[in-house]
């Protein structure tokens, strides 16, 4: 069984910078894509980020490139999201999420999930 939990989000101002991790418990965590989701109120969960199995490649949203950096360390089961100027549109719970194989940004090719994250951003 994989255990994913999320931490380091908070209420921050806009323009200020936040660094989520989330850490993985359970099966080898070195072989799988990670990524990064987001879900406001009312709105669908969408792809933020997401990294390889080895951190060679990545891929962001259009919306967060140039601000978010995704990261890893498999040597402590973790996967980071470096959040910088943020915006209040910003503001959702983050969810990590694992997929064995390439990365991709459909929600649906994840198979594992965290319990989420809550970042809020004030203008």
């Not at 660094?19 to 709105?43: D, E, N, V």
């Not at 890893?72 to 999201?81: F, I, M």
């Amino acid at each position: 069984q994989v255990q994913l939990v999320e931490s380091g989000g908070g209420l921050v101002q806009a323009g200020d910078s936040l660094r989520l991790s989330c850490a993985a418990s359970g099966r080898i965590f070195s072989g799988y894509a990670m990524a990064w989701f987001r879900q406001a109120p009312g709105k669908e969960r969408e792809f933020v980020a997401a990294i390889n199995w080895n951190g060679a490649s990545t891929h962001y949203a259009d919306s967060v490139k140039g601000r978010f950096t995704i990261s890893r360390d498999n040597a402590k089961n973790t996967v980071y999201l470096q959040m910088n100027s943020l915006k209040p549109e910003d503001t959702a719970v983050y969810y990590c999420a694992r997929r064995v194989g390439n990365i991709v940004v459909d929600r649906t090719h994840y198979d594992y999930w965290g319990q989420g994250t809550q970042v809020t951003v004030s203008s």
